[in-house]
């Protein structure tokens, strides 16, 4: 089964509202996930690096007051896209490492997001 | 983010025939480096990764990687419908991939 578990998997909310995504790692912990992006008929871009018991980091051009994430414990991470707009829609991903060192980086189910 | 670059596509091939795609990176420090699968719609499959130049294979998947050249590669041979998706490069950092564009493979029947 998944070892890493987003939800809700598509949500459609109204412009100007906010959605929160959640990312849950299920068969252990993980003190940093990370939050993609992806458009249509593009690649997936890192938006943000999610550290338990921190703030968050984020990568360049993405903005933090609007891409809220709180990583509150060691198996959830939370991503809110606040005053959602239509050019927000897209299909986010989170991912998690283990907490051993290791290669194996799990990906949730990802979360589409369609704003009207 | 790192520069990754993906060959362009779409690739089609012939049922049974070999798919290469091609991967080159512009950070010459960067240690490990996957092959992703991604069907529409839905969340990256790991194929295989590999660190060590050289070849390294895993059933009808070959990667191949020469860090001098900056330079990865997959190969699937024995090429089936079923593998038709598309083909995601990434370059690890910590655990913060940077992808590539993708490349969609169609493998005809």
């Known amino acids: 089964g998944a070892v890493v578990s987003q939800h809700p998997s598509w949500v459609i909310c109204k412009s100007g509202t906010s959605v929160k995504i959640e990312c849950r790692s299920l068969?252990?912990?993980?003190?940093?996930m990370f939050w993609y992006r992806q458009f249509p008929k593009q690649s997936l871009m890192l938006m943000a690096t999610?550290?338990?018991?921190?703030?968050?980091?984020?990568e360049q051009g993405v903005e933090k007051d609007k891409f809220l994430i709180n990583h509150a414990s060691l198996t959830l991470s939370t991503l809110t896209v606040t005053s959602a707009h239509p050019e927000d829609s897209s299909f986010y991903i989170c991912?998690?490492?283990?907490?051993?060192?290791?290669?194996?980086?799990?990906f949730g189910e990802g979360s589409w997001l369609t704003v009207v | 983010q790192k520069e990754v670059e993906q060959n362009s596509g779409p690739l089609s091939v012939p049922e049974g025939a070999i798919a290469s795609l091609n991967c080159t990176y512009s950070d010459r420090g960067s240690q490990s480096f996957f092959w992703y699968r991604q069907y529409s719609g839905k969340s990256p499959e790991l194929i295989m990764f590999?660190?060590?130049?050289g070849d390294k294979e895993d059933g009808r998947f070959t990667a191949q990687l020469n860090k001098a050249s900056q330079y990865v590669s997959l190969l699937i041979r024995d090429s089936q419908p079923s593998d038709s998706a598309t083909y995601l490069c990434?370059?690890?950092?910590?655990?913060?991939?940077?992808f590539g564009a993708g490349t969609t493979v169609t493998v005809r029947a």
């Open positions: 999610s550290n338990e018991g921190s703030k968050a980091t984020y």
């Open positions: 068969d252990f912990q993980a003190t940093t």
């Open positions: 990434a370059v690890n950092n910590d655990y913060k991939l940077s």
């Open positions: 991912s998690a490492p283990p907490t051993v060192s290791g290669n194996t980086i799990y």
């Open positions: 590999i660190y060590s130049n």
